[in-house]
């Protein structure tokens, strides 16, 4: 079984809403074992003027989900506020929770931020997109403008979900859109959706409503209006089998790419970058010898790629790493090194250049954001300064303790 319960969420108030909740689900008497989806932040809403304590009542909320997936014998699934403290600050996601009799069964923090409804200035996104697991089983989940970016459906379909699960406060001016996403996500996947969505107004803004559940062929199994509503209806999963029986979408991922075309001249690239950034793309440069790859470096290089949404990587020739460390490094030449940082996935382009510096790669570039270890202060960085002018920021990334290249190195030297 699974449904949806359709509400008109109210801004800032989590009494009125979560008593919302408890009379949706006695009228609705939910039958076991299944699931029920509720809107994006059902609870609070986008209030931001009070997003940081409302998130702090997060958990106090999902006690109250717990009685109530105890009391009907059901999961319940909805996005809530998440605010997670840590040494570097506090952050607040937009956290889709599913929980059962027994407490939390998982999350899925958003991943896309809506930046026309300020949600990139209040929240952070989630990373590492991954399925939940259920007593029904591995599920998907999306919130919201997360459903515009098909991948991260894919990635949660190939780890196993037979059932992607949507949270939403999608404006009414855009259903059409709504409807199409979700069927293309049930149809591209071979998997069931139940999304919900919220209806009602919140200043200038019609909600859409028209909750759905779909089949893995895009059946549209149930479909709500644009008022509260309630469904829940019985999930065949000899569907699921059947679909994917006849022709098999969802998991197949063969490889079709060739790194080595990553590695460009600079003259090439410009033109490259130039029609990234046509696109609107964020460009993130970043630049190092990288001899002998290792964790520090990796980790390094993803937490540069989510910066933005493009990453160069300018690489020291083996010219440049002779001026800089001396006549006995690199290690491994510039094509070796140019050629296993082109296979990372976190990495778009790499470039050469054999001057001590990146500058003259940076002026010719004009990244968006420049990115260094944080060991480095940002009047000391090369190209800091012609970013920022341009309008650009400068972002320090932490580094791994106790890895380097010449710690590598040295532990090999040792062991001869």
């Not at 909740?21 to 809403?45: F, S």
């Not at 964020?282 to 989510?306: Q, W």
Request: contains cysteine.
């Amino acid at each position: 079984m699974a449904g949806f319960l359709q509400i008109d969420v109210k801004l800032g108030r989590p009494d009125k809403n979560i008593e919302q909740v408890r009379k949706g689900l006695a009228d609705l008497a939910p039958r076991r074992p299944g699931i029920i989806v509720l809107p994006e932040l059902w609870a609070t809403g986008f209030a931001y003027d009070t997003l940081n304590t409302l998130a702090a009542e997060t958990p106090a909320i999902l006690s109250e989900v717990q009685g109530l997936a105890a009391k009907h014998s059901i999961l319940i699934a909805g996005s809530l506020p998440e605010k997670e403290e840590s040494t570097e600050g506090v952050n607040i996601y937009n956290t889709m929770y599913v929980s059962g009799p027994a407490g939390t069964q998982g999350k899925f923090r958003k991943q896309q931020l809506f930046s026309p409804m300020d949600e990139d200035l209040h929240f952070a996104a989630g990373i590492d997109p991954r399925p939940i697991e259920t007593d029904l089983g591995r599920m998907a989940s999306l919130v919201c403008y997360d459903l515009r970016f098909p991948e991260l459906a894919k990635r949660q379909t190939v780890l196993g979900a037979g059932m992607l699960l949507v949270s939403a406060q999608w404006p009414a001016a855009r259903t059409e859109h709504w409807q199409a996403l979700l069927r293309a996500r049930a149809i591209e996947n071979q998997i069931f959706v139940v999304a919900c969505n919220r209806c009602g107004t919140t200043g200038d803004t019609a909600f859409a409503g028209h909750s759905m559940i779909l089949a893995p062929d895009g059946t549209v199994l149930a479909e709500a209006s644009e008022g509260p509503e309630s469904c829940m209806i019985p999930i065949d999963p000899a569907l699921l089998k059947e679909a994917r029986a006849r022709f098999n979408t969802a998991v197949i991922t063969p490889y079709r790419f060739h790194d080595q075309e990553k590695i460009m001249e600079l003259s090439d690239l410009q033109d490259e970058i130039a029609q990234q950034k046509r696109l609107g793309r964020k460009i993130v440069f970043t630049n190092g010898c990288f001899d002998i790859l290792h964790k520090g470096h990796v980790s390094y290089l993803e937490e540069a790629r989510r910066q933005g949404d493009c990453l160069v990587v300018g690489l020291n020739s083996d010219v440049s790493v002779k001026s800089i460390k001396g006549p006995d490094r690199p290690i491994n030449n510039q094509g070796s090194r140019a050629r296993v940082l082109a296979a990372l996935g976190c990495i778009d382009y790499v470039v050469l250049f054999d001057e001590d510096t990146p500058l003259n790669l940076i002026k010719s570039l004009n990244p968006d954001v420049l990115a260094k270890g944080a060991d480095w202060p940002i009047d000391k960085i090369v190209g800091a300064k012609e970013v920022l002018a341009a309008g650009g920021k400068v972002v320090n990334i932490s580094l791994v303790d106790d890895f380097s290249t010449s710690s590598v190195i040295t532990k090999i030297q040792k062991q001869k």
